[in-house]
């Protein structure tokens, strides 16, 4: 899939989606995915495991993810440069939200 | 102390099999190991337990899979083909194998498709080796069998395309 194709199928993420690609800025295997997001996210978000391994499974078949080695047999992860475009597409679209909800008093300060 | 239970449940209605375990669990049953395709289960008696029971199915064995679930505390235990019940014990907020919807999506696929690809061959072949047959008093006798296999195959079809549709909507509803 080329970029657009990603963007098209990806856009808007899911939190799931966008919480495992973010943790896979450093590479980690699908355990450490679940954990690093429970830690992000102050304990609001626990993915299930099912759902690492069919996210990851898709991402690597889209090539927004590659292995990155093993350890204690497990594969490892970490984000491309396609999954990389992807995710600062979506952070700019989650920023025009954010910058919008301020503006318009979405904030609760109006 | 163990008991073997014959129970039959059908893929589209997989939680009402989940649920059934978990009552077990929690009357001291701790199902051990499932035989004769998922449909006869061994408990051992041991002490009350609550456990979360969750049916999947894979297309082909995954270690990978085995792994990430294994590592977040599920058992896994093979039901036959390539059909698991994966088993986590747990206190407080009962734990979801699945947690976003496009992943349900995806396990329901993986069942419309397993549901195709067995069914299928039997709905087409099945009225082709009728017509073969010679005596008309077993070719009424097996369409009398036939008929509701066909419903409730169609049925069960019904009932996986309305998860999916469903689940379609909430995604849909979700920005997603």
Known sequence: ?110 | MTKRVFKWWWAWKAEKIEEWLERQAAGGWILESCSLAGIVFHFRKGNPMQIRYSVDYLHKPAPDYERVLADDGWNILTMGGSWYVCCKEYDGKRPELYTDIQSLIERNNRLISVLVATGMPMVVMMPMFLKKLESEPLQIGLTIIWIPIILLYIFGMGRLLGVHRALKDKQNLSGR
């Open chain 1, 1 to 110: 899939m080329n970029t657009e194709e990603l963007i098209q199928t990806y856009l808007p993420m899911s939190e799931s989606a966008f919480y495992i690609l973010l943790s896979l800025e450093t590479p980690r295997h699908g355990y450490g995915v679940i954990l690093h997001v429970e830690e992000i996210t102050g304990g609001r978000l626990r993915l299930g495991a099912g759902t690492i391994y069919g996210t990851l499974s898709r991402f690597e078949k889209d090539g927004l993810i590659q292995p990155a080695g093993e350890e204690d047999r497990r594969k490892i992860y970490a984000i491309t440069e396609a999954g990389e475009t992807l995710l600062r597409s979506e952070v700019e679209r989650i920023g025009e939200l954010w910058e919008n909800g301020k503006r318009f008093g979405g904030d609760g300060n109006d």
